[in-house]
């Protein structure tokens, strides 16, 4: 689960992680007034989406508009810069403040993590401007090759650290932390020598790296970006961006970051199936997929894309779905307008195929299906769930097997197109 | 032969909710010696001539345990599988799915300083074909013989293995490691036991998304195996950023995508099925070419 950039930063506050001062706003007013209380030369005026690259992004009116840009400006690298305003601002009254607010609420963002539809800016973050002397990178992220979580600072801040890591990979620091004794102080200094902090300044830093870790660890973060560190002018370290994901495993302990949820930056499909416990990806193509398993559905996806058709969806029933679970799944998938034909491809487990079969029967009564619905079955109770299907009066397509499955959704759907 | 797991394997089931009860049964039924149980507060009772222990000590002392499996819910797992490395079970297998990933930091630590072998979370468990079953797969798809399977994925598993057995393949053992972020037995660990086994003679590993363990793996089996090895890759259309379905199996930054994966496997001379339809007879093909 992801956060707001003025979310992550209030709960780095509250960890003594220095962010700059700031209020969220939703309107010009309320942006304008925050600023002459920030009474600071020049503000931030920040647009408040769940997607990087706002500050090289374009504000546009509507998704036609967003579309275009995306893929004239910002598909892919080396395309010519637009000339719309950016999502990021600074302002130097508080009367800009409050226009370049009411300039970004109510509009699209579109950057390039976006993707071309872009996203509504609901809400804009107004800070206090800082005197910038370097800007700095620092994350802290779990290391699957370890089973450890890593704390890793790099000189280049601002810059995307996977480019970091192609093009001067010597200037990124790291340290892998012992979950038995935590971040350590030397460490955590070994990191701001690192980053050149001056001496006088290493032990602030210490203390903010370590106020870092125990945000990360307490809150059960899966990612901790500040992306810049910026060091001011006086010397002092300050978290000018922060970004936090969390283990979506761990929700169940934090009962104050699921509040935290944004259902505005959510697939309204994906937020119904994850109602129901269910694990549903919205995708571009024009093929349903319902599927028990997450391997099973990558790999599903990946056979309707190998004989030439294109998945409308990842979609996970999961091992022990019930009847109402596999209609409700089969529902969500029919809710995707771009659907033209439907691959249901399961092979009981724990999951039997009787009761899958009963869901979809159930399901497809209940919203009167009008597209081909091609089923492979397979595993515990296959012969019982193939009965259902053929006594079910609906016009069902077989799959024998998974390519032979695959291959009928596709041809279906070129039908139907 | 086999690894790990066989027929004098003697197992107890830690969580003996709903789930645990039903592969309690389907685990016996295929013949496993399903000896213990552990509940909390109900030791010296029995669930269907199972005799229920207070702590996974006691079953290993009374029962002579020698490889547990884990259903317990998600909070509680992590203490689960060290209750069970604790009481010295050699072999721990844990299907529980949902574990945060900080609880796996832990428990990765801890099994450091143990004897004990963990297999998953968030996996289907192992089975050696015809001797024993450990977990949740459906027993009847699998065929006794000579081929080994690894997946990161669990219905995966079961569609590589039906193909396999229709094709007349046996299986020596399949191993399901599980689809998180942090595993016990990864693919190297499970290549080295299969390379070493004079029952098994071929390995499919099927791997997915995320990560680079698959990377790390066909680094491996150019230097060390002397067995041939087929392989798939699953997500190959999955878009960036986005979980599909197991915490594991994400790309991020550009890492950790099919292609990049599927690159390091061919380039270590290992056959790679260009579909999920083509996994048994991919195995079969790298068989006849070794």
């Known amino acids: 689960m992801n956060v707001h950039e003025y979310q992550a930063k209030a709960l780095l506050r509250k960890y003594g992680v220095p962010v700059p001062r700031g209020s969220k706003v939703g309107s010009a007013e309320e942006a304008e007034a925050v600023a002459r209380e920030l009474a600071t030369p020049v503000v931030v005026v920040k647009s ?28 892919r690298e080396g395309l010519p810069k637009h000339d719309k305003p950016g999502g990021v601002r600074l302002a130097k009254t508080p009367e800009q403040a409050g226009e370049f607010a009411a300039s970004m609420l109510g509009n699209l963002l579109v950057t390039r993590q976006t993707g071309p539809s872009g996203r509504e800016v609901r809400q804009v973050l107004i800070e206090e401007g800082c005197d910038i002397a370097r800007e700095l990178y620092l994350s802290m992220l779990l290391d699957r090759s370890t089973g450890r979580n890593l704390l890793m600072a790099s ?62 660890v307490d809150l059960d973060g899966s990612l901790l970006e500040i992306n810049p560190l910026v060091q ?53 193509g024009n093929i349903g997929c319902m599927v028990n398993g997450a391997g099973l559905a990558m790999a599903t996806m990946d056979i ?72 492979r079955l397979e595993g515990t109770n296959v012969e019982q769930g193939k009965k259902i299907i053929a006594e079910s009066g609906l016009d069902i397509i077989t799959g024998l097997d998974m390519a032979d499955g695959a291959k009928k959704a596709v041809e279906a759907a070129r039908a139907a197109a | ?70 259903y317990v819910p998600p909070p509680g797992a992590a203490d689960a599988i060290m209750e069970a490395a604790d009481a010295g079970i050699p072999l721990i297998v844990c ?19 143990s004897g004990s072998r963990l297999i998953g979370p968030n996996c289907p468990g192992i089975i050696t074909p015809g001797q024993a079953k ?57 290549l080295a036991l299969y390379n070493e086994d004079p029952g098994t003679e071929a390995v499919i590993m099927i791997g997915e998304i995320g990560g680079n363990a698959e990377q790390e793996a066909a ?30 199996a994400i790309i991020s930054g550009g890492k950790g995508t099919a292609e990049e994966k599927i690159e390091a496997l061919e380039g270590a001379g290992i056959k790679v099925a260009p579909s999920p339809a083509e996994l048994g007879v991919t195995l079969v093909a790298a068989m006849k070419a070794a």
């Open chain 1, 232 to 284: 001011t002018g006086a010397g002092d370290l300050l978290a000018l961006d922060a970004k936090i994901s969390f283990d979506d495993n761990a929700l169940f302990r934090h009962p104050e970051v699921r509040e935290l949820r944004d259902e505005n930056e959510e697939d309204p499909k994906e937020r119904r199936a994850a109602e129901f416990d269910l694990s549903y990806i919205a995708l571009d």
């Open chain 2, 1 to 70: 032969m086999s690894i790990l797991l066989s027929a004098k394997s003697r197992v107890v089931t830690q969580g003996l909710g709903g789930t645990g009860k039903f592969h309690l049964k389907g685990c016996r039924e295929y013949g496993t010696q399903m000896v213990a149980a552990v509940r909390p507060g109900k030791g010296g009772s029995e669930w269907e001539g199972v005799p229920i222990y207070d702590t996974v000590a006691d079953a290993v002392e009374k029962q002579g345990v020698d490889v547990s499996v884990i």
């Open chain 1, 304 to 375: 309707i894309h190998h004989h030439g058709g294109e998945p409308a969806n990842f979609c996970d029933v999961g091992g022990g779905a019930t009847t109402e679970k596999v209609a409700e799944a089969f529902k969500i998938i029919l809710s995707d307008r771009n659907v033209q034909a439907v691959f249901i491809n399961i092979f009981g487990g724990i999951m039997q195929c009787d009761v899958l079969a009963q869901g979809v029967v159930e399901a497809s009564k209940q919203v009167g299906v009008t597209i081909p619905l091609v089923v």
């Open chain 2, 134 to 190: 450990v977990g949740i797969m459906p027993g009847y798809i699998h065929q006794p013989g000579t081929v080994g399977v690894i997946s990161r994925s669990g219905t995966l598993t079961y569609e590589a293995v039906h193909q396999l057995t229709q094709l007349g393949v046996g299986q020596s053992t399949c191993i399901g490691i599980g689809g998180d972020p942090i595993i016990g037995t990864g693919f190297v660990d499970a």
């Open chain 2, 95 to 113: 299907i529980t799915e949902g574990i945060p990933a900080a609880d796996m930091v832990e428990v990765k630590r801890f099994l450091d300083s």
């Open chain 1, 155 to 216: 000189t280049e801040g601002g810059m995307e650290i996977e480019k970091v890591a192609e093009e001067s990979p010597e200037k990124i620091f790291r340290v892998s932390v012992d979950p038995a004794v935590g971040l350590r102080d030397f460490q955590a200094r070994r990191l701001a020598f690192g980053l050149q902090i001056p001496a006088e300044k290493i032990g602030d830093a210490v203390k903010f790296f370590k106020a870092l870790y125990h945000a990360y």
């Open chain 1, 48 to 75: 408040q989406i769940h997607a990087g690259g706002r500050g090289a992004g374009a504000l546009v009116a509507d998704s036609e508009e967003a579309a275009r840009v995306f893929e004239s400006h910002l598909a």
């Open chain 2, 219 to 248: 680094a491996w089996i150019k230097e060390n195996m002397n067995k041939p090895v087929a392989a798939f890759i699953a997500g190959k259309t999955a878009p960036p950023g986005k979980r599909m379905g197991h915490a594991g």
